[in-house]
């Protein structure tokens, strides 16, 4: 359910940006998230063609590559609908360092800041552009939320998942600590120092477990990738069966909830 209000005119179609990590390991998360977005009377074009956004490289120190990967995505969204991304990173890059990528060329650098004008992360559009009001279906249950990094600080929409989950009348969010703190992934930050990611995410993940949640949700799969890969790994080394954290996407927690 949706109420328009002040919310800008609604749009009819979207393309949607599924992202390499969505991709290559939460598929289902992608799938939920176009599911929820049909279901509110969007329809859903997905450029076949798409591949990674470029970050990786970029935050890497290889402009060279990143700008031949943004080069090809600039390509994938010739109509004027909005570019839905169910990721705060990869929206924060094509939305933010496409521009600057291509500070050097005046063709694709005013392509890509007619790009970022389109670019929604995935929690945002469902609450500022289509006024999202989730039906709560589901039992009660409490959950912990993860933010990414890019989403507050670089897209600043870290207001908008808990709003989502606010709005499940049979929901609680858990509060933990280190809430506004690294997960310590990064992308490549991982593999390139991963002393200190590792330190990191054991923080986090016993902020998460110390909230009491039955589950951690959050709006970006390469976060999710890292606290629940880390949360298995320590239930592996303590002989723990079942898992400790189970966690999802916030597409496939809303989808799931409000399934009727």
Not at 27 to 43: C, F, K, Q, V, Y
Not at 171 to 187: L, R
Request: aromatic share 6%; glycine share 8%.
């Amino acid at each position: 359910m949706s109420k328009q209000g002040n919310l800008p005119r609604r749009p009819g179609d979207v393309y949607f940006f599924a992202t390499c990590v969505v991709d290559q390991f939460f598929p289902s998360a992608g799938m939920d998230a176009i599911t929820l977005l049909e279901r509110e009377g969007i329809r859903v074009h997905f450029p076949e063609g798409q591949t990674c956004c470029g970050q990786p490289a970029h935050t890497s120190g290889f402009p060279d590559e990143s700008r031949k990967v943004a080069a090809h995505t600039l390509t994938l969204f010739p109509n004027d609908w909005p570019v839905v991304v169910p990721s705060g990173s990869c929206a924060g890059m094509m939305k933010h360092h496409y521009p600057t990528l291509f500070a050097a060329d005046p063709v694709r650098k005013a392509q890509s800041e007619a790009l970022a004008a389109r670019i929604h992360e995935f929690t945002d559009f469902l609450v500022n552009v289509l006024g999202y009001q989730p039906q709560d279906m589901g039992s009660d249950c409490t959950v912990v939320l993860h933010t990414s990094c890019s989403a507050r600080r670089e897209m600043g929409v870290h207001l908008t998942g808990r709003k989502l989950l606010d709005d499940l009348a049979k929901v609680t969010v858990a509060q933990q600590d280190h809430e506004s703190e690294c997960c310590g992934f990064g992308g490549t930050f991982s593999i390139k120092q991963p002393e200190i990611s590792g330190a990191m995410v054991e923080d986090k993940v016993k902020a998460l477990k110390a909230s009491g949640a039955e589950r951690v949700v959050s709006a970006d799969c390469g976060c999710l990738m890292n606290i629940l890969g880390h949360a298995a790994w320590k239930d592996e080394q303590e002989g723990q069966k079942t898992p400790s954290l189970p966690g999802e996407h916030i597409a496939s927690f809303l989808l799931r909830r409000t399934a009727k």
